[in-house]
């Protein structure tokens, strides 16, 4: 067996100092890997705008829209528990009345416990979405289980616990989206919460947001307004219907062919909203978004032609309009705000790497999603 030559690096001690290199060689490796670095952020080519901001941009978006669609989920919730209608404070009254006088006629407005239990689910909301948005939803399902629909709540806490088990405690895109549903079906804008669902989501969170989605919007069109697209929030926001008037109500959307048109041209949308966000290239965003909003129009005419007994495929007025808003704004968010897709694991040049060359047995640089205080997902 040969021996290693006296003072090389295989006869040095383990903690022995290592052998102090020229400046020269030094200077020379650190030029190199930037040269290295530059080159392969010059072949990723330009990022998308939020791309640049990062994981902390979506972040705190994440956190903002969290706050308040869980904060007004929670709201919607606690105005429907007789617990808190009971007594009122007459501060939060006189408050009332200088800020918000119509709330005046709601008694469950004059409660502190309810604001602070809002605000807590806000706040909650604001550090962790996913998290808040399970306390908003459980809330919301306790809340139709306290005015007597025992059946439809149980099945509601039910199935936001599958939901949010599977996609919802993944990432604020998931918790947001899921609540998106609630809150903007409640004026009429529930397309653009599908449209959401398939810019900041895989295809598989997509479809099951999606599907949770139509889910929530039957059960809040079971309050009176037996319209998936608006529930009404203005008009039924006070769960007065009986466990038999809501088996009654679910039985005309079921009997509805128009309301499964829409639900279906949802899940489509959401799911090819899904794939296009999986490629690294802006434009099959932008055009998967654009093919997904092509789909909700459709499936609004579609709905208003079998409804209207094959006569008009024209639906009301400012369905169409709300419907062509928020295909606008959804297309503006994919041109805007593309997230990084998820690149594979693979040794080929320009293919998962950045284009840099990897040698045999080094770690492959992959694009990991942003977790922590900058997860946007």
């Known amino acids: 067996m040969a021996l290693a030559p006296y003072g090389s690096d295989a006869m040095r001690p383990a903690n022995a100092p290592a052998e102090r290199r020229a400046p020269e060689e030094t200077a020379g490796q650190g030029r190199k890997a930037a040269a290295d670095r530059k080159a392969a952020k010059a072949a990723e080519g330009p990022k998308p705008t939020a791309s640049r901001a990062g994981g902390h941009f979506f972040g705190i978006w994440a956190r903002v829209i969290g706050f308040f669609f869980s904060g007004g989920v929670m709201?919607?919730?606690?105005?429907?528990?007789?617990?808190?209608?009971?007594?009122?404070?007459?501060?939060?009254?006189?408050?009332?009345?200088?800020?918000?006088p119509a709330a005046l006629e709601i008694p469950a407005l004059q409660n502190s416990f309810l604001w602070a239990l809002v605000v807590a689910c806000a706040v909650l909301a604001a550090i962790k979405p996913s998290w808040g948005a399970l306390a908003a939803l459980l809330g919301l399902g306790v809340a139709i289980t306290w005015q007597g629909n025992?059946?439809?709540?149980?099945?509601?806490?039910?199935?936001?616990?599958?939901?949010?088990?599977?996609?919802?405690?993944?990432?604020?895109?998931?918790a947001n989206c899921g609540l998106a549903f609630i809150t903007l079906g409640a004026w009429g804008f529930a397309p653009l919460a599908v449209l959401a669902t398939g810019i900041g989501m895989r295809v598989l969170d997509a479809a099951m947001t999606a599907?949770?989605?139509?889910?929530a919007c039957f059960?809040?069109?079971?309050?009176?307004?037996?319209?998936?697209?608006?529930?009404?929030?203005?008009?039924?926001?006070?769960?007065?219907?009986?466990?038999?008037q809501m088996i009654a109500n679910l039985g005309s959307l079921v009997a509805d062919m128009g309301v499964w048109i829409v639900a279906g041209t949802w899940l489509v949308a959401?799911?090819?909203?899904?794939?296009?966000?999986?490629p690294r290239r802006r434009w099959i965003n932008i055009v998967g978004t654009a093919v997904a909003a092509v789909c909700l129009i459709v499936g609004v005419c579609a709905a208003a032609w079998v409804t209207s007994g094959h006569t008009s495929a024209m639906p009301e007025t400012w369905t169409l309009?709300?419907?062509?808003?928020?295909?606008?704004?959804?297309?503006?968010?994919?041109?805007?705000?593309?997230?990084?897709?998820?690149?594979?694991?693979?040794?080929?040049?320009?293919?998962?790497?950045?284009?840099?060359?990897?040698?045999?047995?080094?770690?492959?640089?992959?694009?990991?999603?942003?977790?922590?205080e900058g997860d946007w997902r």
Not at 87 to 93: C, K, L, V, W
Not at 270 to 278: H, I, N, Q, S
């Open 219 to 244: 059960v809040c069109a079971c309050f009176g307004s037996l319209d998936i697209l608006n529930w009404g929030v203005g008009a039924n926001w006070h769960f007065a219907a009986d466990e038999v």
């Open 211 to 215: 599907l949770f989605g139509v889910f």
């Open 150 to 174: 025992v059946w439809m709540g149980l099945l509601f806490i039910v199935v936001t616990g599958l939901w949010w088990y599977c996609t919802g405690r993944h990432g604020g895109a998931q």
């Open 270 to 278: 959401a799911v090819v909203g899904g794939l296009c966000t999986m």
């Open 321 to 372: 309009v709300k419907t062509l808003i928020c295909c606008a704004l959804g297309i503006a968010a994919a041109c805007l705000f593309v997230p990084e897709p998820y690149a594979k694991k693979t040794r080929k040049k320009g293919r998962g790497n950045g284009g840099v060359e990897v040698p045999p047995g080094a770690a492959i640089p992959t694009y990991v999603p942003p977790t922590g």
């Open 75 to 100: 709201l919607l919730a606690c105005m429907n528990m007789p617990l808190f209608s009971t007594f009122s404070e007459p501060f939060i009254a006189e408050l009332l009345q200088h800020i918000w």
